[in-house]
């Protein structure tokens, strides 16, 4: 058993778990170099192994209309997730969109490193906050190209009724 | 450090499922399996194997204090199963012969509406083909079938008989001993000593 208190566990500490899901959440768009390359850099021998196989399963989205409709089911959708654990306790998990393995593993590693606080800084620095730009810098491009197409209406005034 | 369950789980637990059905199909068939497990001390391997199967996130499971922390992680881990906070509330039980005694009727029992809401109770410990034989009768059993089980309370077979009363309620059991383990479902009809 891990003798280690992971982060997001502490009773009341809602800051970590708020910082933690940031971290996941990021994990969770990043392609695989963009993590991979750091942790060769940084933690070459972190030695996860993992606690479960990397598997790949469909879960159910949900939605409501206007975001306080009734709920229904929107679809599936395929998930892949990974949970590792470091020789020092810390657990890793990760749940991607897709069926990439290695990349699920890969962020599954970086979370468990996050867990330390000496390797929080780096993280930010080499994978988070690069990972933060691009996902940014693709919802701007989008954004933009979106408006360039924008078309607004408007109503011509119209004539008198009587007339 | 945690310890690993199924390598495969998909395959591995469905070959699991098979043979449990088939044992429970058949009272009194000992089969081999979680052979391949290694899980934290003192589970034994086919409790283990029953357990990681049969439990889910939706069936809360009640594990005898006996077993300690570890045991308790690891399967609430691997299998997503919440901790029942008593036998009565529980779909699974697990308990160790020796070390705990076993009493049918701490369990949930089901309901009239819903019978299959009792618990199954994996009971390892029984050092299957050793010990006092039980003889059982009833569906799935062509004429009597002999089943020899250690460390059983003296009681049992009256408490079987008490939880045979109720049917179609009772409990069911997965008689466990090492990687081996045989089932009794509520249907049998048990008779013989274990004193």
Redesign the interface.
């Known amino acids: 058993m891990s003798t280690a208190v992971p982060v997001a566990q502490r009773a009341g500490d809602d800051e970590a778990i708020a910082a933690r899901k940031r971290a996941m959440a990021l994990l969770a768009r990043a392609l695989a170099p963009e993590m991979a390359e750091p942790i060769e850099r940084f933690w070459p021998r972190h030695a996860a192994r993992d606690l479960k196989p990397v598997e790949t399963g469909l879960v159910m989205l949900r939605g409501r209309i206007g975001g306080d409709g009734a709920p229904f089911n929107v679809g599936e959708a395929t998930v892949t997730r990974a949970i590792v654990e470091l020789p020092s306790g810390e657990r890793g998990y990760a749940h991607i969109l897709g069926r990439d393995a290695a990349r699920a593993r890969l962020a599954a590693i970086v979370d468990a490193l996050w867990q330390r606080p000496e390797a929080r800084a780096d993280i930010e620095e080499a994978i988070l906050a690069p990972v933060a730009a691009r996902i940014a810098a693709e919802k701007a491009k989008s954004r933009a190209e979106t408006a360039a197409t924008r078309v607004d209406f408007f109503t011509l005034v119209r004539g008198e009724d009587d007339a | 450090?945690?310890a690993?369950?199924f390598?495969?789980?998909v395959f591995e637990s469905q070959a699991v499922f098979r043979r449990i059905m088939r044992a429970m199909a058949a009272p009194g068939t000992i089969l081999v399996c979680g052979q391949t497990l290694a899980p934290?001390a003192p589970l034994e391997p086919a409790a283990a194997a029953a357990l990681l199967t049969l439990a889910d996130f939706e069936s809360p499971l009640w594990i005898a204090p006996s077993f300690g922390?570890?045991v308790a992680?690891y399967l609430t881990?691997?299998t997503g199963a919440p901790c029942a906070p008593s036998p009565d509330k529980a779909a699974f039980g697990l308990i160790d012969l020796a070390s705990d005694g076993l009493r049918l009727d701490r369990f949930a029992q089901g309901s009239a509406e819903y019978p299959d809401r009792s618990t199954t109770i994996v009971a390892q410990g029984a050092a299957l083909s050793e010990g006092p034989a039980l003889r059982l009768a009833g569906p799935g059993v062509h004429g009597e079938a002999e089943l020899r089980a250690a460390s059983l309370p003296h009681d049992f077979v009256e408490q079987w008989a008490a939880n045979r009363r109720g049917f179609p309620l009772g409990v069911d059991v997965i008689l466990a001993a090492g990687a081996k383990l045989a089932c009794l479902p509520r249907s049998v009809v048990i008779s013989g000593e274990t004193r």
Do not use: E, I, R
């Open positions: 450090m945690t690993l369950a390598a495969d789980p934290p922390s570890a992680a881990f691997h």
